[in-house]
Structures are given as structure tokens and as C-alpha cells.
């Protein structure tokens, strides 16, 4: 009978990544063969990480993450003068959906 088995060695023992269908308490030969590193990017999880994106609707959020997160003043970095969208100074923000409302 032969067997092939998908495992990882974590340093004592063979892990099988899947399910095993041999006889308990018998002793086995095993072969060792280094399998190829998988280079499908596919398989990658940060291959997919544009579907975890979330349309905000804020055109500014990443040059103004300060502003969206913390409550800071926003930055005059395209010349169109000083920002009203400022949270008052005795208004405390507590979470993501109290900074939005001063967005």
C-alpha cells in the first residue's frame, strides 16, 4: 500500500493538512520529499486585499486621516483656505461614527 500525505514538520512531529485514513497504533515507513513552494499568487492572502476595500465616499481620506480619525483641523494642501469641518473643542469623539458626522 502506498500513501501520499500532504504534512508540515513544526519541529517534532508531521502535521497532517488534511485528514488521515490509516490504521492507529501501526507502524509506518515514511518517504521525505520537500514539496515546491507554491507560487501561485493566487494563493497569496494579501493577493485579493482590494476586496476588503470600503467606498467611504471621502475623496480626501488619505490625505486627511488625521483629520478623520482624530478630529484634527484638516490641512490647507490644496490652497482652498481653511477647513470648516473641524469637531467643536468641547465635543469629545468617541468613536468611528461620531468623527463622520464631522466630516
Do not use: W
Amino acid at each position: 500500500m502506498t500513501k501520499t500525505l500532504k504534512v508540515l514538520f513544526d519541529g517534532t512531529v508531521f502535521r497532517p493538512s488534511g485528514p488521515v485514513d490509516l490504521e492507529a497504533g501501526k507502524k509506518y515507513t515514511i518517504t521525505i520529499q520537500l514539496s515546491p513552494e507554491n507560487s501561485d499568487a493566487t494563493a497569496d492572502p494579501a493577493f485579493d486585499i482590494a476586496s476588503l476595500a470600503v467606498d467611504t465616499h471621502i475623496s480626501d481620506l488619505a490625505a486627511e486621516h488625521d483629520h478623520y480619525l482624530y478630529g484634527t483641523p484638516k490641512r490647507d494642501t490644496h490652497g482652498h483656505g481653511s477647513s470648516t469641518h473641524q469637531v467643536p473643542e468641547n465635543q469629545q469623539i468617541s468613536g468611528y461614527a461620531d468623527r463622520r458626522q464631522y466630516c
